[in-house]
């Protein structure tokens, strides 16, 4: 009995060995691979459409940067990505917090589970409501060049990029482009890749546009949710599927008239 219980209490131990020798694995790890990208959020006045657009040198940056609702507002996280930041800042928004209070909100409550690979330092990200009012944050630890820009409806915001002239581009073509919102954010990123952009290349894009009832078919409220998950050029194969959605809602216009 005495041998059994040894052997029990040897078991014992070696499953808590385990167990620490797990727990110490997270302080070592390496920093993650920032999700380099440029993004921009804008909102039609006249149409009372909100929706954000966004190119990267990652697989499938759609999947967690961009997030939007229609009658709330839309959000964007990148860099060092905390993905929750986009459904947090959406919950914010409908509990009535302005876009600086979501802002400030968000990174002071973050806290930081896991440094070494995902440093909340590194974060980035923007909050526009469906007023179109916005705010926008860059870590100081975002891989450089980043930052963000505010212009008129508009908020632009990347790192690794290969200079500010990136934003400044996306800002001026933002507002000086006609037409509908899909297409203004469209020239947005194609200013600003035109002025470098992400300074390790393309590979995804992405664009979503939230109205309450906007979208094609009853109880919609998707005006256009395109995804690009992997292409040499990314931003050439949005800008096909925004001319099919633009063709597409002419012919509705049509119809209805």
């Known amino acids: 009995m005495q041998t ?22 997270w302080a070592d790890e390496p920093p993650a691979e920032p999700v380099a990208t440029f993004s921009i959020l804008g909102f039609d006045p006249v149409t009372g459409e909100v929706g954000g657009a966004v190119q990267s040198r990652v697989f499938s940056v759609g999947n967690g ?11 964007a996280t990148q860099a060092v990505v905390d993905v929750s930041y986009g ?3 959406l919950a914010l928004l409908k509990d009535g917090f302005t876009p ?5 909100t ?5 806290t930081d589970p896991r440094p070494m690979r995902w440093t909340k330092q590194g974060r980035q990200f923007a909050v526009m409501n469906a007023a179109g009012v916005y705010a926008a944050f860059t870590g100081p630890k975002a891989s450089a060049w980043a930052g963000h820009q505010s212009g008129t409806y508009c908020t632009a915001q990347g790192n690794i990029l290969a200079g500010e002239e990136v934003l400044t581009n996306m800002v001026e073509a933002f507002e000086r482009t006609d037409g509908h919102l899909s297409v203004r954010l469209m020239a947005a990123l194609d200013a600003g890749q ?4 992400d300074t390790r290349g393309m590979q995804s894009a992405a664009m979503i546009i939230v109205k309450k009832n906007g979208g094609v078919w009853l109880n919609n409220d ?31 216009q049509e119809r209805s008239r």
Do not use: C, H, M, Y
Request: aromatic share 4%; net charge negative; hydrophobic share 50%.
């Open 4 to 25: 059994q219980g040894n052997a029990i209490s040897r078991v014992i131990a070696a499953s808590f060995l385990v167990v620490t020798t797990t727990v110490f694995v």
């Open 65 to 75: 940067v961009l997030w939007a609702e229609a009658d709330v507002g839309v959000i």
């Open 87 to 89: 459904p947090q800042g």
């Open 100 to 104: 600086s209070a979501i802002v400030k």
């Open 106 to 110: 968000l990174w002071e409550d973050d």
């Open 194 to 197: 035109a002025a470098g952009g």
């Open 222 to 252: 998707v005006v256009i949710r395109l995804q690009v998950d992997d292409a040499s050029n990314p931003l050439a194969e949005l800008r096909r599927l925004v001319d099919i959605a633009e063709q597409q809602r002419e012919r509705i």
